[in-house]
């Protein structure tokens, strides 16, 4: 509520206001903007893939067709939780019906407007790897909603990600 | 580059028009009199020449311009289709493809000349003296070519294809058609043709089928596929979790059979009939045996057996070789073929038909056969195989030799064939869709390749299996046989040098790979005295390897999924796929964990000894057997023939007369039961017998047995005194056993009606295929 009434009081800045979708991750908040969202699959159980890259946080069966997860808490070096977690299905950097693919977020949350005037770009003390992955953050009231940079999340793009905290996962 | 709408449909239409031209022009070399097919073709080309007017290809209007000038005279009977002119007409029609070719991939005509082959169409109306008449349309349609130098041209002409010079269209020369093209239904349809108006039987066939039917997006039809995998998937869900509902168990029931019933529509709209590459041959046939001075004529049978379009296409290419090789290799020339006492005219017959879930093809010749002398030393001096092994194969795994990348027994390299780039392929193409190759070959007598392909792709047979507390699908078609070793066992069981684990199959190492380890190098993993132990035979691409695993699940059909590309990269799983409960599994690729875990087929020994095991498999000729009892009898059946054994109700056997059939999966299978076994269970149906299905020949029996005991190695036994070995018995576990006549095995007659097919391969009455 408190993040609408944000956005209320700056609806006449002529700032352009963005629907992102919030997700959380442990403490933190993190935003993905929804036009990169086809769904969302709650309480999924992803089948692991021995061998795969560390990113990949497993298989979910999606529409038909066999989804692959990317992990956000493996690609923010976070412990893997058990338990079911929620899916954002995205679209891929590809087009067509086998580009989408899944990240995986300890819980989806509710879609907040936000406005590009609350906007800040990538502070420059986060690691490069972050900073790739990072699309700025948006000032709330209470906290900051870091967004995600959703075409950069995707496996095929995750591969020549510099992956030197990955290393220790 | 994206086509316009217009394009698009011209491009397709046009397309099938030069399709069934070229179906009426093999025809027309048979029976150049016939008016229809001259029709036929006229139109087809006549279509074209006017909707390219309004799209604007002028290289296309012209070039199909010349050719219907032709075509006309033809039509008006001012000229015959001879030799020379049908070969032109091949020609403008190789023409014409080659421009749509282009216009789809870069939409535009390209800026090819087609010069040389219009002055050739133009030169073939020559003798029938009506130039004049035509002359002025032509000098329209050969625009800037008719200022060519008149020797160039001629030169030219004479270099693109064995055409005479124009003198000699004057009269059909004798030996230009050597070709007699005969396919069953074009006969057939030659039949109801003369009775009646060709033409106008034609147009009426052609225009209830426009009507009927739709051209649908392949893309489309995959999607929906899915889908109904994914609904299958859905409704097994739902019938386990309200099967103690009873209140919903009639709308389950529902449910499961309308889905049962969508699954097989969907799967029947992706099926083509093979005469869709069977039409491609007549073509095939005709150039290469003018090229190579062989007379051939052309059987084809079963054109309506339909397969998955998908694997209609992966089998074209392999086909085509068959084709070639038959007509290089197999069929003699005419001379040879007089000397030795045959038809001067080869045959070489093309026959699809359905077995049970499978699709066979058949290239069948009556040439000279593979000399396996001819293939021993070949493979020797190819290096293939070394001279002392080669000196032990008996004559079926001979012949398997055939199918070694490098082999060729021609002596010289034609460009039809001889780069030993042919068999391997076939096998290694059919192989790659799940299907398999036989050849069956006698020397002056002629060859027999059978092409065994599976109905469909998208769901394939596979055994799941447990490892790392997941479950993975192998596909049953790398599976030769499993090995169960208890924990207590396997300390002797399993041997090792240095860290390489390895298994006696029957006195040969055979190396293992334990799927937890290649999955989780590293993990923690239960050592094998801890835990049950299932080694997995596997045989993918020639290597032969044992897979161990935790646990065995039930046989599943699996509907294969897709992987994404990050995951394909791993290169141990070929997809992935959802099982009956819900529960996803990664398909296992066994030639990739053989490439991965190292395990290769290092010496040329090695491969001879990969043909030997192969052979054993196919040919029957193996010396395992699968000892049963039958009444208290021991009898051996040869374990290569064993397709799989059944245990059922006894109520499930039927009987035609006096003789009980099972019906399995819709189709007939003859039960023997020589031992009596059905009359021992009595009148109680629920008893339960074990079947043993056997391949015999084409077909397939089942014999009713008591118990299965066990696989034993057999070995021959010789009649006292003689060197002859005694047929029907072998000795077993040092005991004398009698071999169960599998041909002995009389067919089923259904009825008096059932066409019995005459099967050139093994010499016996085989059902037809029903």
């Avoid at chain 2, 490892?467 to 090792?496: C, K, N, R």
């Avoid at chain 2, 192969?614 to 009898?633: C, F, H, I, Q």
Wanted: glycine fraction near 10%.
């Amino acid at each position: 509520m408190s993040s609408l009434a944000t956005v209320f009081n700056r609806k006449e800045n002529a700032a352009t206001l963005v629907e992102t979708c919030s997700v959380r991750l442990e403490n933190g908040l993190f935003g993905v903007p929804i036009r990169h969202i086809l769904e969302i699959v709650g309480r999924a159980r992803p089948q692991p893939v021995p061998l795969a890259p560390s990113y990949v946080g497993g298989l979910v069966h999606y529409r038909g067709d066999v989804l692959t997860t990317v992990s956000l808490r493996q690609l923010l070096d976070m412990p893997p939780l058990d338990g079911p977690q929620d899916i954002l299905v995205l679209e891929g950097v590809l087009e067509g019906s086998g580009g989408c693919f899944g990240l995986l977020v300890d819980s989806v949350g509710e879609v907040l407007t936000v406005s590009s005037a609350d906007h800040e770009p990538n502070p420059s003390i986060l690691d490069e790897r972050r900073r790739a992955l990072f699309a700025g953050a948006y000032k709330l009231k209470d906290s900051l909603l870091v967004m995600l940079d959703a075409e950069r999340l995707d496996p095929i793009r995750l591969d020549a990600l510099p992956l030197a905290a990955a290393q220790a996962a | 580059m994206a086509l316009d709408e217009l394009t698009r449909e011209f491009l397709i239409e046009s397309q099938e028009g030069l399709d069934r031209m070229e179906r009426c022009l093999t025809e027309l070399e048979e029976r150049p009199q016939d008016a229809g097919l001259i029709g036929d073709i006229f139109r087809s080309v006549h279509t074209i020449k006017g909707t390219t007017g309004f799209l604007g290809f002028k290289r296309l209007e012209k070039l199909a311009h010349a050719g219907e000038n032709l075509l006309g005279m033809l039509r008006e009977g001012k000229l015959t289709a001879d030799g020379p002119i049908t070969t032109g007409l091949l020609q403008l029609m190789d023409g014409l493809r080659s421009i749509l070719k282009t216009i789809e991939t870069e939409d535009s005509e390209g800026a090819g000349e087609d010069t040389a082959l219009i002055e050739r169409l133009e030169e073939l109306q020559a003798p029938a003296q009506v130039q004049v008449q035509y002359a002025p349309v032509l000098a329209v349609a050969l625009h800037g070519g008719a200022t060519a130098d008149a020797s160039q041209q001629e030169d030219q002409a004479l270099r693109n294809g064995a055409i005479p010079p124009p003198a000699f269209t004057d009269a059909p020369s004798p030996e230009t058609s050597t070709v007699a093209i005969v396919a069953e239904a074009v006969l057939e349809k030659a039949q109801v043709a003369s009775d009646g108006d060709t033409g106008k039987a034609r147009a009426q066939g052609a225009g209830t089928a426009a009507e009927s039917t739709l051209r649908v997006d392949v893309s489309l039809l995959n999607r929906m596929m899915n889908l109904v995998g994914e609904l299958v998937l859905t409704r097994n869900q739902i019938l386990q979790a309200t099967a103690s509902d009873p209140g919903l168990t009639l709308l389950s029931r529902r449910l499961d059979m309308v889905t049962a019933d969508l699954r097989e529509s969907v799967m029947k709209a992706r099926m083509q009939p093979v005469s869709n590459i069977f039409s491609k041959m007549p073509r095939i046939v005709r150039d290469l045996s003018q090229m190579l001075g062989r007379k051939v004529r052309l059987q084809m049978e079963g054109q309506d057996t339909e397969l998955d379009k998908s694997l209609l296409e992966a089998i074209k290419d392999p086909l085509t070789h068959a084709v070639r090789n038959s007509l290089d290799h197999g069929i003699e020339p005419p001379d040879v073929r007089v000397a030795a006492g045959k038809d001067p005219e080869g045959t070489l017959r093309l026959r699809a038909m359905q077995e049970g879930s499978h699709v066979v093809i058949e290239v069948c010749d009556d040439g000279a056969g593979i000399g396996v002398e001819k293939v021993r030393a070949k493979a020797v001096e190819r290096g293939l195989i070394t001279a002392e092994r080669a000196a032990q194969l008996v004559e079926r795994e001979l012949l398997q030799l055939v199918f070694l990348p490098g082999f060729s027994t021609a002596a010289a390299v034609t460009n039809v064939s001889g780069r030993g780039v042919g068999m391997d392929v076939v096998k290694t193409n059919v192989e790659k869709i799940g299907g398999k190759v036989e050849i069956d070959s006698r020397p002056g007598q002629g060859t027999t390749l059978r092409l065994r392909i599976p109905l469909t792709l998208a769901i394939i047979p596979a055994l799941i299996v447990h490892s790392v507390e997941q479950s993975f699908a192998l596909p049953q078609g790398a599976l030769s046989e499993l090995v169960h070793i208890p924990p207590e066992q396997a300390a002797t069981a399993i041997e090792w040098i240095e860290d390489v684990p390895l298994y006696r199959l029957r006195g040969k190492l055979l190396p293992l790979v334990f799927l937890d380890r290649l999955l989780m190098p590293g993990g923690a993993h239960k050592a094998s005295t801890e835990k049950d132990n299932f080694i997995a035979v596997l045989n993918a691409d020639g290597r032969q390897f044992g897979l161990v695993v935790d646990g065995l699940a039930d046989p599943e059909e699996i509907v294969v999924k897709p992987l994404s590309a990050v995951l394909k990269n791993i290169g141990l799983y070929s997809g992935a796929t959802v099982l009956g409960n819900a529960e996803l599994a990664l398909i296992l690729d066994p030639g990739a964990i053989a490439l991965k875990a190292g395990v290769t087929m290092s010496s040329l020994e090695q491969k001879g000894r990969e043909v030997e095991q192969g052979t054993e498999a196919e040919a029957g000729k193996s010396l395992e057997y699968l000892l049963v009892e039958v009444a208290d009898r021991r009898a051996a059946v040869p374990l290569a023939d064993v397709l799989r054994i059944e245990q059922l109700k006894v109520s499930r056997i039927e009987y035609i007369g006096y003789r009980p059939v099972l019906n399995f999966e819709g189709q007939l299978l003859p039960v023997e039961d020589s031992g009596g076994v059905l009359a021992a269970v009595g009148s109680n149906p629920e008893a339960q017998i074990i079947v043993v299905v056997c391949r015999e020949g084409n077909r397939q029996v089942g014999i009713a047995v008591s118990h299965v005991l066990d696989v034993a190695a057999g070995s021959d036994l010789f009649e006292a005194g003689t060197s002859t070995r005694a047929g029907g018995v072998t000795l077993l576990k040092s005991r004398v056993t009698g071999v169960v006549d599998l041909g002995g095995v009389p067919p089923v007659r259904v009825d008096e009606g059932t066409p019995a097919a005459w099967s050139q391969s093994n010499g016996e009455l085989v059902e037809a295929a029903r």
